[in-house]
């Protein structure tokens, strides 16, 4: 008794440096992720001198809010959020239909065709014809430069179409669908009916996954889109942040020149936060929603 | 005579009792059906652009017949070596430094018993994941720029010489891979905390009361468990080894550092898209879908007969 009593002391006491050590790694981890976001939010906020000669470390430095002004006032950022909202919202709801059309046959195991179905969408998924096939069929169907390139060509992600068939599949019992048909449902009506309302908790996954990716990606708008007037937001900040050129109407006078370096940088930052809000408020009440959705993928179906 | 006609008649009410049953699947799938065939099957018949010199007056049947020329020009020539290379270098450093990371991730935080703690930290390492690419690369030439960045305001106070971060080849890689740790190390490390969370309890009491440590424990108990999860992601990450993305790599990328930055896709876009020469980029990213689908199949078949866990 005492021997084991002993034992378990000293394992407790090697568990419990273990433990700390986990603790440490993990406050470790979170610092190197929320030091340089810090960093952006409080430059975003500072005098841009500061910021400049390094003063600024991680907290504001003479608090202004003129790079929130000038992004304000930067008329290609403001043109890219109104379109980014509408590609958004439009694309995931297109996106959604879409998914749901063919997930509720795929799932279903008297539609004998199902198999081979699912087999030519999962052989999309692996191999495809390229970059250059597929904008000779945008540029065929007229699509170039206009807000079709941005919703249709990605109206689906075979991924997100295989998660939804998962979770169709292991959430709604077969014995439903039976009392369904003996009760004079058809298939369509079955599937308006009863699946879509119970499915709320993956088209939430998927209008967030969805969501994710019409507001964060630049690559369609850079190969099909010359038009100003319909490019996303991504395609603005690229040309800001990455490329460098920034827009010479958000000088007006002379005197703005001399602060145009810092006015700039400042705005930089500003703009970094302003993009990235929109998603980042949304996170934390999704975040279980978006657990949940790679939960149901790690299902194998 | 009569007996082939019943048999007639028989497939007849088959093919209608068919219909009946299944009409309304059909209808139901008859848009993402004309989806597939238009951005994915039509596509993939263009490859065939890849064995014609294309021209945009003949069409892509009637362009001339070349063969394989644009594969041979793109094997044979010194600098493609350098951009498969590239691709490689980035895929094979991004696997084996951000593999293991999201489960050493999910298992840290998997001992974590303080609820609070827990989810504060998963809070924050999911969120880089939301933040955009050109975001991600705006911020660290902000902070990593060589005269007014953060980082080097550090190294130039702690005694160092300022580092050009983005203007050097040799660092590339590293930024490239650890920029991307740093964004999705915590959203991958979610489909291994699901998988942690289904270990059977009654295993983990059993290695309590033999006596077993924490460390003991995660290694017999815990590993083992999610192996197949383990598996499974691997297959994936290694099929992708050739699938660098555009995106991130495009927006890294500049005269400087062009050395190790250019991969394939990058290299498909400008050929095809910026220079026009459709047939000849056509030939590489086809090139690199054959090799990307050969890998996925050995893998897959290796794992299958190593440890019978297989994507299909």
């Known amino acids: 008794m005492f021997a084991l009593g002993k034992k378990r002391m000293q394992e407790s006491a090697t568990d419990k440096v273990f433990l700390t050590i986990i603790y440490l790694v993990l406050i470790l981890v979170v610092l190197i992720i929320l030091v340089p976001l810090v960093y952006v939010v409080s430059a975003s906020f500072s005098d841009p001198q500061a910021v400049i000669s390094g003063e600024m470390k991680l907290f504001p430095v003479r608090p202004t809010l003129r790079g929130y002004e000038a992004v304000f006032k930067y008329h290609k950022i403001m043109i890219g959020f109104r379109n980014s909202f509408f590609y958004m919202f439009v694309g995931t709801a297109i996106n959604l239909i879409m998914t749901m059309l063919a997930a509720y046959p795929l799932s279903r195991p008297e539609f004998k065709a199902r198999r081979f179905l699912s087999f030519i969408f999962m052989f999309a998924m692996i191999f495809s014809g390229g970059l250059v096939p597929t904008f000779m069929v945008v540029e065929k169907l007229g699509m170039i430069n206009t807000v079709w390139a941005m919703l249709i060509p990605n109206a689906l992600s075979i991924w997100n179409l295989m998660l939804c068939r998962n979770y169709i599949t292991n959430n709604i019992p077969n014995e439903l669908y039976e009392a369904g048909i003996l009760e004079g449902c058809t298939p369509i009506k079955f599937f308006t009916t009863v699946v879509i309302p119970l499915c709320k908790p993956i088209l939430a996954v998927l209008a967030l996954y969805y969501g994710i990716g019409h507001w964060n990606t630049y690559f369609s708008a850079l190969i099909y889109l010359k038009d100003p007037n319909l490019q996303p937001l991504q395609i603005a900040l690229r040309e800001l942040l990455v490329i460098n050129k920034v827009d010479p109407t958000l000088v007006t006078n002379v005197q703005a020149i001399a602060d145009m370096q810092g006015l700039t940088d400042l705005l930089k930052y500003a703009v970094i936060v302003v993009s990235s809000l929109p998603l980042m408020l949304i996170y934390p009440f999704v975040q279980k929603y978006f657990v949940k959705g790679i939960m149901v993928g790690s299902v194998k179906g | ?312």
């Open chain 2, 1 to 312: 005579m009569i007996p082939t006609a019943r048999k007639q008649k028989s497939r007849i009410d088959a093919v209608k009792v068919y219909l009946y049953k299944n009409w309304q699947f059909w209808a139901l799938m008859a848009l993402p059906l004309i989806y597939l065939l238009i951005f994915h099957y039509i596509p993939m018949t263009g490859i065939i652009l890849a064995f014609k010199r294309f021209s945009p007056r003949k069409g892509i049947f009637g362009s001339e017949n070349v063969g394989l020329m644009y594969f041979r020009q793109f094997l044979g020539a010194p600098s493609s070596f350098r951009i498969i290379m590239n691709t490689l270098r980035l895929g094979l450093y991004s696997l084996i430094a951000g593999f293991p990371i999201p489960i050493l991730l999910a298992i840290a935080i998997n001992e974590v018993k303080n609820r609070k703690f827990k989810k504060s930290v998963q809070l924050i390492t999911y969120a880089p994941y939301f933040i955009s690419l050109v975001v991600l690369v705006g911020m660290m030439m902000r902070i990593m720029d060589l005269r007014t960045g953060i980082l080097n305001h550090l190294i130039v106070a702690l005694g160092g010489k300022p580092i050009n971060f983005f203007g050097s080849k040799d660092i590339f890689p590293h930024l490239y891979v650890w920029s991307g740790i740093w964004q999705i190390a915590g959203y991958a490390s979610i489909i291994y905390i699901a998988a942690l969370s289904g270990v059977n309890p009654e295993l983990q009491e059993a290695a309590i009361i033999d006596g077993a440590s924490r460390l003991q424990r995660i290694w017999n108990v815990d590993l083992p468990s999610i192996r197949p999860t383990i598996v499974m992601m691997l297959i994936f990450n290694v099929g992708q080894i050739m699938n660098i993305g555009f995106e991130k790599a495009y927006l890294m990328k500049n005269s400087v550092n062009q050395a190790n930055a250019e991969i394939i896709s990058t290299f498909v876009y400008e050929i095809g898209l910026k220079n026009g020469d459709f047939s000849f980029s056509t030939a590489v990213g086809l090139f690199n879908s054959v090799v990307s689908l050969i890998l996925f199949v050995i893998v897959n078949e290796i794992s299958k007969r190593l440890t019978d866990t297989g994507v299909w």
